[in-house]
T-cell receptor, first 114, second 119 residues
Framework: KAGVTQTPRYLIKTRGQQVTLSCSPI?????VSWYQQTPGQGLQFLFE???????NKGNFPGRFSGRQFSNSRSEMNVSTLELGDSALYLC?????????????FGDGTRLSIL | AQSVTQLDSQVPVFEEAPVELRCNYS??????LFWYVQYPNQGLQLLLK??????LVKGINGFEAEFNKSQTSFHLRKPSVHISDTAEYFC?????????????????FGKGTLLTVNP
């Protein structure tokens, strides 16, 4: 069974640009969550999607947005990039996103802002 | 709001020595507990989970953890580490609350503990 796939693995952007990251969950998983990982802040929850609806959201500005498609694949978009957006962005999937289900993580997209 | 504290940011040990990575969380109401491991340039991999039942949980790669409700702790242990165990370890707590319009599920992570196993 294929794991969670994130593309691309690496991205370099400049300030002010926008970026879209992609995540394909494990087959059959309907919940997709996104996290930002930085050395200073650790792992921070961005948002969760279930059946194409955003079900849960962390404390990030509106520049961070996402969506989920009918096949459960998800995209995350960051507009007007800032230097502080440099981070590893991790996607995780689970069957239904219930709080007693472990999440399965992809290898992440490392975003560098110049 | 739930918080997770991993008391040691770095733990250096020698190969074949025992190790304990400590984790405390803030709320003991309806929580589920997880330990994840992250190797360099990779995502997080589930080591073990506590959902209910026995408070001693066994995971992959010889790791185990003990849930202590009274102390709100979930410490990770391994009796004999290998160099290949060098990685960052994250404790995570999942809790659930009811809010207007529905329920709210959230996974909160600790800051991580870097385990370095030396020969």
């Amino acid at each position: 069974k294929a794991g969670v796939t994130q593309t691309p693995r690496y991205l370099i952007k400049t300030r002010g640009q926008q970026v879209t990251l992609s995540c394909s969950p494990i087959s059959g998983h309907r919940s997709v969550s996104w996290y930002q990982q930085t050395p200073g802040q650790g792992l921070q929850f961005l948002f969760e999607y279930f059946s194409e609806t955003q079900r849960n959201k962390g404390n990030f500005p509106g520049r961070f947005s996402g969506r989920q498609f009918s096949n459960s694949r998800s995209e995350m978009n960051v507009s007007t990039l800032e230097l502080g957006d440099s981070a590893l962005y991790l996607c995780a999937s689970s069957l239904r996103g219930s709080f007693n289900q472990p999440q399965h993580f992809g290898d992440g997209t490392r975003l560098s802002i110049l | 709001a739930q918080s997770v504290t991993q008391l040691d940011s770095q733990v250096p040990v020698f190969e074949e020595a025992p190790v304990e990575l400590r984790c405390n969380y803030s709320s003991s109401v309806s929580v589920y507990l997880f330990w994840y491991v992250q190797y360099p340039n990779q995502g997080l991999q589930l080591l073990l989970k506590y959902l209910s039942g026995s408070t001693l949980v066994k995971g992959i790669n010889g790791f185990e953890a003990e849930f202590n409700k009274s102390q709100t702790s979930f410490h990770l242990r391994k009796p004999s580490v290998h160099i290949s165990d060098t990685a960052e370890y994250f404790c995570a707590v999942s809790d659930w609350s009811v809010r207007s319009g529905g329920s709210n599920y959230k996974l909160t992570f600790g800051k991580g503990t870097l385990l370095t196993v030396n020969p």
